[in-house]
């Protein structure tokens, strides 16, 4: 049976965590291990992640000083041990057949990577709106925007790990390095399977910063030409004020 390695990043996340890791552990695809790296949390998060590893030995913790999420999300896929590899943050969650449903999809589809719905709620969990990207992205695609969200991606590790880098939407990153490996990747039916808390603080929610994190990623990670990505720019624009309405 394949085993799926759940990385979660955690830093001072004890108002949330415990939803996110039970989750986890509630999965119907019961092969799995839960990598959750502990980035130096001052609060009763440690405390909590031990306790869930004391009575479920499919919980590993991995504990560092504050070296920020994508760190994290490195460490945890350093120390991974399953044949495929998803991500979940502490203040998000799952269906309960998140896994069992994308395992199935890879096999029916003999694609390496899937994706799915999820919806946006605040942190009351009152829904905001729901994500259904395309059915089938290739990298073009992702180039014009990000279709994955992170806490619905899952990859097979025959394509090997890819590098969280410390950028602005380092998730967008590694997804668009992952599917340029993979080839193309594939939704999951048509309803939510993870649900996004999104904070007021986040740092994704300035709009502003958030563009030049895309303009970035374009110029020095996928290193497009200036039209090139000015043209890739206007398309992720234009999906950024539409994919959420």
């Avoid at 943050?89 to 069992?100: A, F, G, I, Q, R």
Wanted: charged share 25%; glycine share 6%; aromatic share 8%.
């Amino acid at each position: 049976m394949r085993r799926v390695s759940v990385v979660m990043p955690v830093y001072n996340a004890e108002s949330t965590l415990r939803r996110s890791v039970e989750s986890v552990l509630a999965q119907t695809h019961r092969d799995l291990e839960l990598v959750a790296v502990d980035d130096g949390s001052r609060d009763a998060s440690p405390g909590m992640l031990a306790a869930f590893a004391k009575s479920d030995p499919r919980v590993k913790v991995i504990r560092q000083a504050n070296a920020g999420v994508a760190a994290a999300r490195n460490a945890g896929v350093a120390a991974a041990t399953g044949t495929h590899v998803a991500f979940l943050d502490s203040d998000d969650w799952w269906h309960e057949s998140k896994l069992k449903r994308q395992l199935e999809h890879l096999d029916a589809t003999g694609a390496r990577i899937a994706y799915a719905c999820y919806q946006r709620v605040d942190e009351a969990g009152v829904p905001l709106s729901t994500v259904c990207p395309p059915q089938r992205v290739d990298h073009s695609a992702m180039l014009r925007s990000n279709r994955i969200g992170n806490l619905t991606g899952l990859y097979d590790r025959a394509l090997g790990d890819a590098v969280f880098q410390r950028i602005g939407h380092e998730d967008y990153a590694f997804w668009l390095e992952m599917v340029r490996r993979a080839g193309y990747a594939v939704r999951v039916g048509n309803e939510p399977l993870a649900w996004y808390c999104v904070r007021s603080s986040s740092l994704s929610s300035d709009k502003a910063k958030a563009a030049r994190w895309q303009w970035n990623i374009y110029r020095n990670i996928e290193r497009l030409s200036l039209p090139l990505a000015a043209w890739y720019f206007l398309h992720y624009a234009g999906n950024a004020l539409t994919k959420r309405r």
